[in-house]
């Protein structure tokens, strides 16, 4: 079946840091790929996401790109605020059907000031 | 527009007891899902809606319940609340026919069954 991995938090950085949380997936044919982000108390948010191969996701200087020949999408961000500390879900969900999310297990990012 | 609204925010039930997590929806949302978030793991699909009348089981939903009667309402049932139903309860909508691929979650709901 389809699944996800996530790079294994916590993770902890200074602010103006440079960020990557490596996410890598199992999935038959070609999956949609999404992050998404929990700020404390708060539900689930979609940061950014791709849909075909080599396609990049961008949102609030968060990038990803979709690598189909390493099944691989990595989390970047080339500075970090305090403000972006959260838990980041990589997730997939397949073609066709009800589109239905798998998550990766989540990686909790703090930024110290 | 509320989004995604999820009631009770907490709540605390003793083993064999039953309840309902009320979850609502105001963006006239075809696709509705209940996910289940373990410490320190991703979330889970419990059930899934296409549309009211059509639910479908998930990766787990042993010990739950869904019904679809409305476009707008999504609750999930517990009937004989056990530890390991502990957990972070999200429900979640989307419209896939406009080709966005979002889903948008809850606040969640917290239950600790001891």
């Known amino acids: 079946g389809n699944s996800v991995t996530q790079m294994e938090g916590p993770v902890t950085l200074s602010e103006e840091a440079f960020l990557t949380i490596n996410c890598t997936y199992t999935a038959t044919g070609y999956p949609s790929l999404f992050w998404y982000v929990q700020y404390p108390g708060e539900g689930l948010q979609l940061l950014l996401k791709a849909t075909k191969a080599d396609d990049k996701g961008s949102n609030k200087g968060f990038e990803a790109t979709y690598r189909k020949e390493t099944t691989s999408f990595h989390l970047e961000k080339g500075s970090v605020q305090v403000s972006d500390s959260a838990v980041y879900f990589c997730a997939l969900s397949g073609r066709g059907g009800a589109q239905k999310l798998v998550f990766g297990q989540g990686t909790r990012l703090t930024i110290n000031p | 527009n509320a989004g995604v609204t999820q009631t009770p925010k907490f709540r605390i039930l003793k083993i064999g007891q039953s309840m309902t997590l009320q979850c609502a929806q105001d963006m006239n949302h075809n696709y509705m899902y209940w996910y289940r978030q373990d410490p320190g793991m991703g979330l889970k699909l419990i059930y899934y809606s296409v549309g009211a009348g059509i639910t479908d089981k998930g990766e787990v939903p042993n010990g739950y319940n869904v019904s679809r009667s409305t476009t707008e309402d999504f609750p999930l049932r517990l009937e004989l609340a056990a530890p390991s139903q502990t957990s972070v309860y999200f429900c979640?909508?989307?419209?896939?026919?406009?080709?966005?691929?979002?889903?948008?979650f809850g606040p969640g709901t917290r239950l600790t069954v001891t």
């Open positions: 979640a909508s989307g419209d896939l026919g406009s080709g966005t691929y979002e889903q948008y």
